[in-house]
């Protein structure tokens, strides 16, 4: 038995996933996306993940970043530890890859701030 919070949809449903003769039956969800959440939580759980990176821009220190999908729950840590050793040598846009297929996964890491706004304004 497992208790799990579905963080599909806003709703936060309390799930409770058993196993009953060899199929997966859960309880306390609203919607059907918490039956396929529970379902990917106990065989293979992912997350997106947001951070920062820094910058070699005195004025622009640190560069808002996220995954453009899904990794691994196990590779989380992992990343974030990839994110600090990582520094951006060039402006960038919302959406350009800041890491191409992050720690094998074929999820890349993007920008979510644009620098080019930014510095061109001097503010960087």
């Known amino acids: 038995m497992s208790d799990l919070i579905c963080i599909v ?3 936060g449903c309390r ?3 058993t196993y009953e003769g060899g199929e997966l039956k859960v309880e306390g969800n609203k919607c059907p996306k918490g039956t396929e959440f529970a379902r ?3 065989t293979a759980p992912t997350r997106s993940v947001t951070g920062t990176v820094a910058t070699v821009f005195a004025g622009y220190p ?3 970043v996220k995954t453009k999908g899904e990794i691994p729950k196990e590779k989380v ?3 974030a530890a990839l994110l600090k050793r990582t520094k951006v ?3 960038m846009r919302v ?3 800041v890491i191409e297929n992050a720690l ?4 890349d890491v993007v920008a979510t701030t644009d620098m080019s706004k930014l510095i061109s304004d001097g503010k960087g």
Do not use: I
């Not at 094998?104 to 999820?107: D, R």
């Open 40 to 42: 990917k939580e106990l």
């Open 104 to 107: 094998g996964t074929g999820v």
């Open 62 to 64: 640190v560069l808002t």
């Open 89 to 91: 040598k060039r402006v």
């Open 15 to 17: 799930l409770r996933a």
């Open 9 to 11: 949809c806003p709703n």
């Open 95 to 97: 959406g350009e890859s």
């Open 77 to 79: 840590k992992e990343l």
